[in-house]
């Protein structure tokens, strides 16, 4: 129960429930972003640097928002990193559950000072500050993802 500004009681008519969780998939436009998704499935993940006023788009994008100018370049970047932040996945959010095992994702720092984040792998203790190559394949479920494998 609720009151107005009369301090006149009323009653609240809306009842509400929770749906059961519904799985929202859509098509992702990336007509003008193909190289970056094709760099994926190649091993290389791309991201672009303004030709004009030299800013640096991760994920990349092809129109710059800073001068307004559409010629970018695209750039690999290098294949080594450093860990910045990372979390262990116990409960898988929806569209992830097809993976039995706890997994891990991190958030690394690439030598061209880019932020990137993608799966760890083969980091039986990882911290902060480790060293990663940086990679990317096509998961069996057919999405690209990004890879992170420990090298210290
Ligand atoms: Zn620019």
Same mark, same amino acid.
């Given at each position: 129960?609720?009151?107005?500004?009369?301090? $006149?009681? &009323?009653?609240?008519?809306?009842?509400?429930?929770?749906?059961?969780?519904?799985? @929202?998939?859509?098509?992702?436009?990336?007509?003008?972003?193909?190289?970056?998704?094709?760099?994926?499935?190649?091993?290389?993940? @791309?991201?672009?640097?303004?030709?004009?006023?030299? $800013?640096?788009?991760? #994920?990349?994008?092809?129109?710059?928002?800073?001068?307004?100018?559409?010629?970018?370049?695209?750039? #690999?970047?290098?294949?080594?990193?450093?860990?910045?932040?990372?979390?262990?996945?116990?409960?898988? #959010?929806?569209?992830?559950?097809? @993976?039995?095992?706890? @997994?891990?994702?991190?958030?690394?720092?690439?030598?061209?000072?880019?932020?990137?984040?993608?799966?760890?792998?083969?980091?039986?203790?990882?911290?902060?500050?480790?060293? &990663?190559?940086?990679?990317?394949?096509?998961?069996?479920?057919?999405?690209?993802?990004?890879?992170?494998?420990?090298?210290?």
């Amino acid at each position: 129960m609720r009151k107005t500004k009369s301090n $006149e009681k &009323v009653e609240s008519t809306t009842r509400k429930i929770k749906s059961r969780p519904l799985l @929202y998939q859509h098509e992702i436009p990336i007509t003008r972003i193909t190289k970056f998704w094709d760099g994926l499935i190649e091993g290389k993940i @791309y991201y672009t640097k303004c030709k004009k006023c030299g $800013e640096q788009y991760y #994920p990349p994008q092809v129109d710059c928002p800073k001068c307004l100018q559409r010629d970018v370049d695209w750039i #690999p970047f290098s294949n080594q990193g450093v860990i910045l932040s990372f979390t262990q996945t116990q409960l898988k #959010p929806q569209g992830f559950t097809q @993976y039995t095992e706890p @997994y891990t994702i991190a958030i690394v720092e690439t030598q061209d000072k880019v932020k990137v984040m993608g799966w760890l792998e083969k980091a039986e203790q990882p911290n902060v500050g480790m060293t &990663v190559k940086i990679g990317s394949r096509l998961q069996p479920d057919g999405f690209p993802v990004i890879i992170f494998t420990a090298t210290d």
